[in-house]
């Protein structure tokens, strides 16, 4: 039967912070309440305690413990992920922060990553050698859920998801063994993290193979919101016959403010975030065709890769609240445009946004049984948030995002990119799985029987 942390005897929790380097943070604390906080701050969950680790042997001593005490066990990273499932109420909560470093291997271009690591630091690191490892929009996005979940972003078409790119892992097991999951080493442990979430261990190292990159031309090209139909149509014939080069994600907004013109802040939009990393002289040609659509406003250019990962950080700061809702899609027909255009002309909040993002290209050639990544064949990934720094604007932004879903989902590939979800129930983690569920229920009784990994989109051991 689960414990809650605080009907331990002090005197465990005394033992357990003379074992670890880290430190262990608890309710009376002065830190509690700030280390408490998620990115989404609709999240407001409050822990037993924190085991603030600093290297692998604390993760291990805190795994340890909260098996043999029999606590909720969450693990976080970069506190990123849109349920909160970094964080649990009256549970122990593993805190990686304190395992950053990374590592570049120019003989083979490999980067070693610690699991509690962000996407900032990672950019940092491979863009002075010339390289970056394809993952994600947003740089404060933490590198492990990030990569358990899949990863999509600027470089998807190009060199695949972050999975696709994932080499190795060092990982904590539920009965605190340190194993190496490889191709070669724990093979079955290495498929099952590639998409499988966090459900099969803690990863305190990841290495990548990262690809030569270093600037980039793209940005955001933006149209009134009522060509949604023409833009929508275009840019799906257009994206899906373009180079694998290019690459780009078509979204529905407000401009919110800074640093867009001020002509342009609060109207509705549609457009297209680019970003292309072939021959930066061929890049003008290339988009030709983008221009020739006449953007109302565009801002493409030359950049370091690490500029477009960070670009939209501003305006999506920690601490904002956020609702979350998601599909797969195959295809854009105009019935679904024409609810893209119905609930992008009635936004509710600045930051609310629709986005679609591209699974062509790279990413779309991998079998969909050589990672747990079933929807391989989907051209999408598309993703609704409700957003807002007022946490009376809840109910305002839940509700939009919930009508949006529910008008888009019937056009719909049937699963959901898990990394893009709050909390929608069993049935719709095994949808998302497809066939793979079978292989990870079972590889999930092989390395956590327990389920001791459960605060997460469940793999249920079988």
């Given at each position: ?7 331990l ?5 005394d ?18 309440d700030?280390?408490?906080k ?25 795994v ?9 066990v969450?693990i ?9 499932l970094?964080i ?21 271009n ?7 690591n ?13 390289l ?40 904590v ?5 340190f194993?190496?999951a ?15 979430g966090g ?28 060509k949604?139909?023409?833009i ?58 983008i221009?020739d ?6 801002h ?14 501003g ?20 019935e ?6 119905a ?7 600045p ?14 050639r ?6 747990p990544?079933?929807y391989?064949?989907?051209?999408y990934?598309?993703v ?6 007022n ?15 529910d ?25 998302s ?12 009784k092989k ?16």
């Open positions: 039967m689960t414990q809650v942390v605080k009907n005897d002090s005197s465990l929790i033992s357990l912070s003379s074992q670890i380097r880290g430190k262990i943070i608890l309710p009376q604390d002065e830190l509690y700030e280390t408490r998620v990115y989404n701050a609709m999240i407001d969950k409050h822990p037993g305690m924190f085991v603030m680790c600093v290297d692998v042997a604390d993760v291990i001593y805190a340890n413990f909260g098996r043999e005490n029999n606590l909720l969450s976080r990273g970069g506190g990123h992920n849109a349920g909160g970094g649990c109420d009256d549970g122990m909560v593993i805190d990686l922060s304190g395992l950053k470093f990374v590592l570049v291997n120019t003989k083979d490999t980067v070693k990553v610690g699991g509690g962000v996407w900032g630091e990672v950019d940092h690191a491979t863009h002075a050698f010339g970056a490892i394809p993952a994600g929009i947003i740089s404060t996005t933490g590198v492990g859920g990030l990569t358990l979940g899949g990863g999509i972003g600027h470089l998807s078409r190009k060199y695949g998801l972050t999975i696709d790119n994932l080499l190795e892992a060092e990982m097991l539920a009965d605190g063994s194993v190496t490889n191709s070669e080493e724990n093979s079955d442990l290495f498929w099952a993290i590639r998409g499988g459900n099969f261990g803690i990863v305190t190292t990841f290495t990548f193979q990262a690809h030569p990159v270093t600037n980039v031309f793209g940005g955001p090209t933006l149209w009134p919101i009522e949604t139909n023409e929508m149509k275009w840019y799906h014939e257009f994206l899906n016959k373009a180079p694998d080069d290019l690459n780009g994600f078509f979204t529905t907004m407000v401009i919110p403010g800074p640093p867009f013109p001020e002509h342009l802040h609060h109207k509705h939009f549609c457009g297209i975030v680019w970003c292309y990393t072939g021959d930066l002289d061929k890049a003008q040609e290339v988009f030709k065709p221009l659509m006449e953007p109302l406003f565009q493409i250019g030359e950049m370091p890769y690490p500029s477009i990962q960070s670009m939209f950080d305006l999506m700061p920690p601490g904002l609240q956020w609702y979350w809702k998601a599909d797969f899609f195959n295809e854009v027909t105009p679904m445009s024409a609810q893209l255009l609930f992008g002309t009635n936004i509710p909040t930051l609310s946004q629709m986005h679609l993002y591209p699974i062509s290209g790279a990413a779309g991998v079998p969909k049984d050589a990672t990544w079933a391989r064949g989907a051209k990934a598309g609704i948030v409700g957003v807002d720094p946490p009376k604007n809840a109910d305002k932004i839940t509700k939009w995002c919930r009508e949006y879903w008008a888009l989902h019937p056009f719909s590939s049937g699963g959901v990119y898990l990394n893009f979800i709050m909390d929608e129930g069993q049935k719709r983690i095994e949808t799985y497809k066939d793979n569920y079978e292989r990870l229920t079972s590889l999930k390395y956590d029987p327990n389920n001791f990994f459960r605060v997460n989109q469940n793999i249920v051991p079988n």
